[in-house]
């Protein structure tokens, strides 16, 4: 019997959780040629290595088609409709750090917090006869934070990529983003409001309790959590 | 009741979903006397309802994508396209009944529908709005009588004309009437304009450096604008927040006042002389209360017994933001895991928000799932 374990298919992400798992005895690697996503695990028998797109592993774990996966805090919250139910954290990896933020143009001195964005967006409807428009991919984690703040008259605008250009190109007013240093924020003449954030993220070992958790894959995930020294959850 | 029980399902339906629309067939007869049947389309526009109520709407109803008409919404409600279709007919003085299924999303692990009959009426446009508030409120008691009620009421009105009478710029009061079915929001504001919760620290440097430097000398500081809010926005926001700071705090006799509506909770019998201290202490909230004492005694005086009919200061904020006025809604004793049989209530202010005049409006809906459901249990 055989525990799916999906990793990052690309980039620093996978070389980092390589390097995580590594460092705890048991060795990931790719095979085949370089461009062929296929990989394989040694040091714990019976565990199959898959290799995903971050959102994907979110989606997967929620759909129990894999039984760990290494993805975002992010992207865990954003895809999953009840991550507290459907997925548990079984480590936090240390790499992959990124915040979401609300942030506004720097131009906007009279806008430092939420409360302020709040007071702006009723002034701009009035003003424009719209709602103002907020540019994120992280539709469900911004809406519940500014509805936890009591923030009304926005509206959520798609925005797939390259946010920050959002505002310049007057299709957002204000963006709700990822961000590790700040550095595209300002080049792009924007700054985070003081009690912006709205996540801390980081890379994740998850663990999907909606897997088929038969007592040959949690075998394996003894095994597994044994080598790794990390405690485990009970499972239905 | 003859003529109700002519038209409620046969016995012998056992399947839910055809009790559900059995009863609503029953309901609708009813609700349909005197009244213009109305129906709408099951996909709606959108954007009238999300500019309405809001982004959270995307998290209570479904939302779709037509690639010619844009965004649409699955109907979670018949009100707003009702009242919108009324305005575009030229308004005035209507009667309207409806009846069909409504779609909200639930919560993960709710267990309730996401997709449910509602059959509603609603009295636009009037002359007297006591008496269609109590024609109304009578009609969905009257259909539901049978079964082991509770009654809960409240009275979006009294709230307004409490912020209305505040001592206070226009400004505050017009920030407080924005926020006022955002209960933690709303308390934020009223502690903040009390003067019981001082600004967050880069608030407070900002307000500093106004006074320092003024509007102009904050202003000089800023770069190239990008976007769609333009310079004299700023501007001008500068000096509302200048304004802000130099308007005195709430008085704490009237912050109370307010503190004391919200969180009233009394038999309706009970709470005139409730409300009266309050008033004295808020000016201009007399006729609301008038309105009120008028409303509990043509109630008594249908055969509703104001002892057995519960009050609460804050029913009704924090459900859809459309009541401004006399708010009810009629739960099954016993029955916690049920949601309310029947809820509704007055919405003046809606028809202005949807591009018409201010119109006076009561409305109300029953959900016939849980009605049949208890029908069968009381059997």
């Known amino acids: 019997m055989s525990l799916r374990l999906a990793v990052p298919s690309k980039g620093r992400l996978q070389e980092a959780t390589f390097d995580w798992f590594g460092a705890r005895g048991i060795i990931l690697r790719r095979t085949g040629s370089g461009r062929e996503y296929a990989a394989a695990a040694d040091g714990v028998a019976g565990l199959v290595v898959e290799l995903l797109p971050a959102s994907e592993i979110a989606r997967d774990l929620a759909s129990g088609r894999i039984h760990l996966g290494v993805t975002g805090t992010d992207l865990v919250n954003e895809k999953i409709p009840d991550p507290g139910r459907d997925v548990h954290s079984l480590a936090e990896l240390g790499f992959g750090h990124a915040d979401l933020v609300l942030a506004v143009p720097e131009a906007w001195v009279d806008v430092n917090t939420v409360d302020d964005l709040d007071d702006v967006a009723a002034r701009f409807r009035r003003r424009h006869g719209r709602r103002l428009r907020i540019a994120t991919k992280y539709h469900r984690l911004v809406r519940d934070f500014l509805r936890v703040k009591g923030v009304a008259d926005y509206a959520l605008v798609d925005s797939q990529g390259a946010t920050e250009g959002t505002i310049r190109n007057c299709t957002a007013e204000a963006i709700a983003d990822i961000t590790s240093t700040g550095e595209t924020l300002r080049a792009n003449r924007l700054k985070i409001l003081e009690d912006g954030l709205i996540l801390q993220s980081q890379a994740e070992l998850f663990l999907s309790r909606a897997a088929g958790w038969t007592p040959g894959a949690r075998a394996v995930l003894e095994r597994l959590a044994d080598t790794l020294a990390l405690p485990l959850p009970e499972l239905a | 009741m003859a003529k109700a029980d002519a038209m409620s399902a046969p016995a012998a339906i056992a399947d839910p979903a055809a009790r ?18 109305f129906d709408t389309d099951i996909l709606q526009p959108a954007e009238t309802l999300l500019d309405l109520y809001g982004e959270d709407m995307r998290a209570r109803a479904y939302v779709t994508r037509d690639p010619m008409r844009g965004e649409l919404m699955l109907r979670p409600d018949f009100t707003v396209p009702l009242l919108k279709a ?36 609603e009295h636009l446009g009037g002359e007297d709005p006591l008496a269609e508030e109590i024609a109304l409120f009578l009609k969905v008691h009257e259909a539901l009588a049978d079964l082991p009620l509770r009654i809960e009421t409240g009275d979006v009105g009294l709230l307004v004309a409490a912020v209305e009478a505040l001592d206070t710029s226009r400004a505050r009061k017009d920030a407080l009437m924005r926020h006022l079915w955002r209960p933690v929001r709303f308390r934020e504001l009223v502690e903040r304009f009390g003067g019981r919760r001082a600004p967050h620290p880069a608030q407070a440097a900002l307000l500093a450096r106004l006074e320092r430097e003024g509007v102009e000398g904050v202003m000089a500081g800023i770069g190239e604008i990008h976007g769609l809010r333009e310079r004299d926005e700023i501007a001008e926001r500068l000096e509302a927040l200048l304004e802000e700071t130099r308007t005195p705090p709430l008085s704490a006799a009237r912050l109370e006042a307010v503190e004391r509506l919200l969180a009233l909770d009394c038999p309706l019998g009970e709470a005139l002389p409730a409300l009266e201290t309050i008033a004295a202490r808020l000016p201009g909230m007399e006729r609301a209360v008038g309105h009120f004492a008028r409303r509990v005694e043509a109630l008594a005086g249908a055969g509703i017994d104001p002892r ?3 009050f609460a200061g804050s029913f009704g904020r924090t459900s859809l933001e459309y009541y401004d006025g006399f708010v009810f809604g009629l739960m099954a004793c016993d029955h916690p895991d049920l949601p309310p049989l029947a809820t509704g209530g ?28 208890l029908r069968e249990g009381g059997r």
Do not use: N
């Open chain 2, 20 to 37: 559900e629309k059995a009863e609503a067939g029953a309901l609708l007869a009813r609700f349909a006397e005197g009244a213009t049947l």
């Open chain 2, 308 to 310: 057995k009919v519960r």
């Open chain 2, 346 to 373: 007055r919405y003046d202010a809606l028809a202005a928000r949807l591009g018409g005049a201010r119109l006076p409006a009561v409305g109300a809906v029953v959900r016939p799932g849980p009605v049949a459901l």
């Open chain 2, 86 to 121: 009324h305005l575009a007919a030229g308004g005035g003085t209507a009667c309207y009944a409806y009846a069909g299924k409504v779609f909200r999303m639930q919560e993960p692990g709710s267990g309730r529908p996401s997709e449910y009959l509602q059959v509603g009426r």
